[in-house]
């Protein structure tokens, strides 16, 4: 069989493509939670669809469930955010501030010494380092001419490393305390008011995400909204597991597929360097939490997922997973992806230019 008659092949069977990435899903996740891990409905479909797209699948994750699940998601942490957390959160506001624009400053520094090196161009390494969501900064990217293939890489590249890594540690930290804090009653029989209140919220979140076009809309509004409407009890939020599990699903998947071999293919000389970043961020990140806990007295696992440089989606599903602070961990990480968002042109600009100019002096 020729080159042309297997892509051919795939283009005409994707039924099959789907059963192989359900079926293999299904088995990684059942390693994952015999391993005991943190989040194994999120890593198990995240690196089947790697596995699926570099093997040369040709899947792509529909647009419509994906911002469903990330729905769902923000409705999750919503749940577990009351207004007397909130004050908490905002009396300690300096400090919530400071860690972020730490992140910050640290990926900057990375993306600047990949484009200094000439690993990167200047506006791709600044927007591949950044701490946001991986969608929201491939978009951003790609708006601001940067090459969107290299941020796809090193920003799906870190949101694999970090969930994984963040999975391990939580179950390091945790021991079997996390593994069986709850025996999960998959068929429990759900508040069916409340879950239609809930779904609403979801697929009004998720329509609304599509008609703004902003790629965090669908996690953020769900979670902005779940948290006003719950707190002033207009609504109850409700998520029976099964919803959970299969949203966790679907994000993993969604992520994995984003992966291609001529992506990888077009990053391969930088690869290892770029891994090289990826691993000195986390340790940058790692330290962070580590004075998070010395100085201000926050949970090691809290402190090391709320400075986590991961996607938001991947970390709060850890954190839900684990016993953290999960407003704590969403607050830095929501805080973080909203800074990203406004300074990260700016900062894309000024590296670009001032790595061009050095360029042009030497």
């Known amino acids: 069989m020729t080159k042309a008659e297997r892509r051919s092949l795939g283009e005409r069977a994707p039924a099959i493509q789907w059963v192989a990435l359900l079926i293999l899903s299904v088995v990684l996740v059942v390693v994952l939670e015999t391993l005991r891990l943190p989040a ?3 890593l198990g479909p995240m690196l089947a669809g790697l596995v699926l797209a570099l093997a040369g699948g040709a899947l792509q994750a529909p647009a419509a469930p994906f911002a469903f699940a990330q729905a769902v998601l923000g409705c999750m942490i919503a749940r577990s955010i009351p207004l007397s957390t909130l004050h908490e959160i905002l009396q300690d506001w300096p400090l919530l501030l400071i860690s972020v624009f730490a992140v910050i400053a ?3 520094g990375l993306g600047w010494l990949l484009a200094r090196w000439g690993v990167l161009p200047g506006a791709t390494a600044v927007w591949g380092s950044s701490p946001g969501g991986a969608s929201a900064m491939i978009v951003m990217a790609d708006a601001y001419g940067a090459d969107s293939r290299l941020v796809a890489v090193m920003q799906y590249m870190r949101v694999v490393i970090v969930a994984g890594g963040a999975s391990l540690v939580a179950r390091m930290v945790a021991g079997d305390h996390v593994a069986h804090a709850k025996a999960v009653a998959w068929m429990a029989e759900p508040a069916w008011t409340p879950l239609a209140q809930t779904l609403a919220l979801v697929l009004a979140s998720a329509f609304l995400g599509a008609k703004l076009r902003v790629p965090s809309a669908p996690l953020l509004a769900p979670l902005v909204l779940g948290v006003v409407l719950q707190d002033t009890g207009l609504i109850v939020i409700e998520l029976p597991p099964l919803l959970l599990a299969v949203s966790y ?3 993993g998947g969604s992520i994995g597929l984003r992966f291609t071999r001529p992506i990888l293919i077009h990053a391969a000389r930088a690869l290892p ?3 090289a970043s990826i691993l000195v961020l986390i340790a940058a990140c790692a330290g962070l939490a580590a004075i998070l ?3 201000a007295g926050v949970d090691p696992l809290t402190a090391y997922l709320a400075t986590s440089p991961g996607g938001s989606d991947s970390v709060a599903i850890i954190a839900a997973s684990s016993d ?4 704590f961990v969403m607050a830095m990480q929501t805080a973080r992806l909203i800074a990203v968002l406004l300074t990260g042109p700016i900062i894309a600009k000024f590296i670009a230019d001032r790595v061009q100019a050095n360029e042009r002096i030497l």
């Open 106 to 108: 640290a990926s900057n």
């Open 293 to 295: 806990v010395v100085v």
């Open 40 to 42: 194994a409905f999120l």
């Open 273 to 275: 360097r770029i891994i």
């Open 249 to 251: 699903a679907l994000i």
């Open 324 to 327: 953290v602070d999960l407003p």
